[in-house]
T-cell receptor, first 111, second 115 residues
Framework: KQEVTQIPAALSVPEGENLVLNCSFT??????LQWFRQDPGKGLTSLLL?????REQTSGRLNASLDKSSGRSTLYIAASQPGDSATYLC??????????FGTGTRLLVSP | DVKVTQSSRYLVKRTGEKVFLECVQD?????MFWYRQDPGLGLRLIYF???????EKGDIPEGYSVSREKKERFSLILESASTNQTSMYLC??????????????FGPGTRLTVT
């Protein structure tokens, strides 16, 4: 059974720092991996999707990498801002469009 | 932009009531999903639908049913609400078209409290 783990569970950094969020999964047979952002009490906003054949995807200050063989993905946030404060979730597509989610990393960026 | 809307942001119901949660998407997506999100457990899939009138059980379907009579609308039904169904419910949709993105797009969520 696929399990997704995100470490750390919470992270607090000062504004301007570059930071890395980690996601690991137990079964490398995935179709793609998706990173989401969730603000308190709100739904999920899709940030990046990496297909299983890709190594990385970039969008603005965000860069996500995927190493399928080792079951790892990282989300790199450059020059963090207070507006980046949110919970970040990763999810792997195991087939039939099913996503298995990690429990998230809660990020706080202080001014 | 893809838009997924849910009928209520907050809902309070009594034990034993029949509860309907509605989800509508405006991008002609084939697939739709219902998840619940609980602290420490993350998001778990309740049901999903490949297309109109088609449904598949997810990981935690017990106590729930679904209906998809039209492509844009996917309803989650709690036949007899119980306190352990107090949760945040999230709807999502995606396209299966090769020309579209395979991303799942989420609605704003419905926070349901069963008393």
């Amino acid at each position: 059974k696929q399990e997704v783990t995100q470490i750390p569970a919470a992270l607090s950094v000062p504004e301007g720092e570059n930071l890395v969020l980690n996601c690991s999964f137990t079964d490398s047979a995935i179709y793609n991996l998706q990173w989401f952002r969730q603000d308190p009490g709100k739904g999920l906003t899709s940030l990046l999707l990496i297909q299983s054949s890709q190594r990385e995807q970039t969008s603005g200050r965000l860069n996500a990498s995927l190493d399928k063989s080792s079951g790892r993905s990282t989300l790199y946030i450059a020059a963090s801002q207070p507006g980046d404060s949110a919970t970040y979730l990763c999810a792997v597509n195991t087939g039939f469009q099913k996503l298995v989610f990690g429990t998230g990393t809660r990020l706080l960026v202080s001014p | 932009d893809v838009k997924v809307t849910q009928s209520s942001r907050y809902l309070v119901k009594r034990t034993g009531e029949k509860v309907f949660l509605e989800c509508v998407q405006d991008m002609d997506h084939e697939n739709m999903f219902w998840y619940r999100q609980d602290p420490g457990l993350g998001l778990r899939l309740i049901y999903f639908s490949y297309d109109v009138k088609m449904k598949e059980k997810g990981d935690i379907p017990e106590g729930y049913s679904v209906s998809r009579e039209k492509k844009e609308r996917f309803s989650l039904i709690l036949e007899s609400a119980s306190t352990n169904q107090t949760s945040m419910y999230l709807c999502a949709s995606r396209t299966v078209s090769d020309s579209g993105s395979p991303e799942q797009y989420f609605g704003p969520g419905t926070r349901l409290t069963v008393t």
